[in-house]
């Protein structure tokens, strides 16, 4: 069983930046796929950003060019650094781990979430 839990939300203004973290229980970290996601009130959950076990990186068109995912292995831990904030990224940001080695833009496909984190971003 994996345990994730996330830290790094907040509010700020629009155009400022965040690091969320999520830090991973267990000693097979490096070998699961790792994802965020995010759900605003009202609407489905979705995908942002993975990262493969080999570090490959994938993103939503939204918020390419402006996140960067990327893991420490020797940490246990997935980051998310969001820079250049807008408000339609408000929302609770959540990590998730799959067992796979195919990433997925689903979260129905990851197996292991963390309780999630508030990013509120004022205009």
């Known amino acids: 069983q994996v345990q994730l839990v996330e830290s790094g939300g907040g509010f700020v203004q629009a155009g400022d930046s965040l690091r969320l973290s999520c830090a991973a229980s267990?000693?097979?970290?490096?070998?699961?796929?790792m994802g965020w996601f995010r759900q605003a009130p009202g609407k489905e959950r979705e995908f942002v950003a993975a990262?493969?076990?080999?570090?490959?990186?994938y993103y939503a068109d939204s918020v390419k060019g402006r996140f960067t995912i990327s893991r420490d292995n020797a940490k246990n831990t997935v980051y998310l650094q969001l820079n250049s904030l807008k408000p339609e990224d408000t929302a609770v940001y959540y990590c998730?781990?799959?067992?796979?080695?195919?990433?997925?833009?689903?979260?129905?496909?990851?197996?292991?979430w963390g309780q999630g984190t508030q990013v509120s971003v004022a205009s």
């Open positions: 998730a781990g799959k067992k796979t080695v195919v990433v997925g833009y689903s979260p129905t496909g990851y197996d292991y």
């Open positions: 990262i493969g076990r080999s570090g490959g990186t």
């Open positions: 267990g000693r097979t970290f490096s070998s699961y796929v």
